[in-house]
């Protein structure tokens, strides 16, 4: 294994990308950084203080002074907003669209990208996002883009949401994912797109062994 290796998995809302990224900073040892959860934890943050996600004038009067940290404790990233764990609470749905809302304003993302970057540059890595491997990591080792049809992205996100006890319509569900996929890839300022360089993976009939056997395929190829 090359030293400070970095692997970018880019790709919409319900993929698998964090279930792929997750495992592999276990079968490669390394670091796993979920760049969604920053986004989420900044719209939580709008939601409670009574910001409108898309205004961008409010939302740039906080971005400064955000207090947000990314820990590791027992091997698993925890996500800390004024001081508080949060990580479960952006996981729920509300968080979710506001996240899709705020991640489009320009002075979010900056503030974003610098995080990511300095986390980055420390040690060996996994990112998952929508704009890790053209933005955020160009010169990443291994680009992927993961991928699978809406309604199985849906379904996926409508299980896992069940198993933790929310209240969930499927068809709603859905709708709100066709919505996030549309405003995270027309965003003016990076959006989510392919890398020219990744290479995409279709995981809709692939189950996670599949897709991790075809990543790690390509890993040990190089
Ligand atoms: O991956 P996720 O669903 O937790 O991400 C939440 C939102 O954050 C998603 O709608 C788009 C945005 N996001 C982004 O714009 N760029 C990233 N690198 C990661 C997430």
New binding site residues.
């Given amino acids: 294994m090359q030293k400070n290796i970095k692997i970018a998995l880019?790709g919409p809302?319900?993929s698998g990308?964090?279930t792929i990224a997750k495992r592999l900073s276990k079968e490669l040892d390394i670091l796993y950084l979920?760049?969604?959860?920053?986004?989420?934890a900044t719209?939580l943050k709008a939601l409670k203080t009574g910001i409108a996600p898309k205004d961008e004038r409010s939302v740039s009067e906080f971005i400064d002074k955000l207090d947000l940290k990314i820990k590791y404790e027992n091997g698993s990233q925890q996500t800390y907003l004024d001081g508080e764990n949060v990580s479960d609470k952006i996981r729920e749905p509300q968080v979710?669209m506001a996240?899709?809302d705020i991640?489009?304003l320009k002075c979010v993302?900056l503030k974003?990208v610098e995080m990511?970057r300095k986390i980055a540059s420390e040690t060996s890595c996994v990112?998952?996002?929508?704009?890790?491997g053209s933005y955020?990591l160009p010169d990443a080792d291994y680009k992927f883009y993961i991928t699978a049809g809406v309604d199985v992205r849906a379904q996926r996100r409508y299980k896992e949401l069940k198993e933790k006890g929310f209240d969930v319509d499927f068809d709603k569900l859905q709708k709100e994912i066709e919505e996030?996929d549309y405003?995270?890839s027309h965003?003016e300022f990076?959006p989510?797109v392919k890398a020219k360089d990744a290479i995409e993976i279709d995981t809709s009939n692939l189950d996670v062994e599949g897709v991790i056997s075809a990543v790690m395929s390509y890993i040990k190829k190089r």
């Fill in positions: 880019d809302s319900g990308k964090s979920d760049t969604g959860a920053m986004y989420r719209a979710s996240a899709s991640s489009s993302r974003m990511q990112l998952d996002g929508r704009d890790i955020v996030r405003n995270d965003r990076s989510l």
